[in-house]
């Protein structure tokens, strides 16, 4: 099982504001809060966002070495996933491949791929019909 993802981010307020709320939504809930970083948690696992002094750069890149993305499980179903690909714009978050939402995945993967402000992308994956 996982224990936990940390991502160092440029802008913690920013963090926030489009990791907090789509964390929440999934069903994660503040776990921890300090002046540079937060974390939320579902079960065991937790997730941080961290305003790192030893940063170098102001913007993750999904397409260099490193983290692609992160890929979660919508609870609910599939009406659930519309619901948060139509308010993530109002909280830092971008549709990738709208010409091929909610298939990009391929025919039988029904899927929303967001990026955020700060360049992180997000697989979010509705149960099975």
Avoid at 20 to 27: I, K, P, Y
Avoid at 35 to 56: C, D, F, I, M, N
Avoid at 73 to 81: A, I, S, Y
């Amino acid at each position: 099982m996982l224990h936990h993802v940390e991502l160092w981010v440029p802008d913690l307020g920013r963090a926030v504001g489009s990791w907090g709320w789509l964390l929440e939504r999934l069903g994660h809930e503040l776990h921890q809060d300090w002046p540079t970083g937060r974390s939320w948690r579902a079960g065991k696992t937790y997730v941080v966002v961290e305003e790192s002094p030893a940063l170098r750069g102001d913007r993750h890149d999904r397409l260099l070495p490193g983290l692609n993305h992160l890929a979660f499980h919508v609870p609910g179903d599939r009406g659930e996933l519309d619901a948060l690909v139509e308010e993530a714009p109002r909280h830092g978050w971008t549709l990738l491949f709208p010409d091929r939402h909610p298939h990009a995945g391929g025919p039988e993967h029904y899927a929303a791929y967001l990026e955020n402000t700060d360049g992180f992308e997000v697989e979010l994956v509705a149960p099975e019909a």
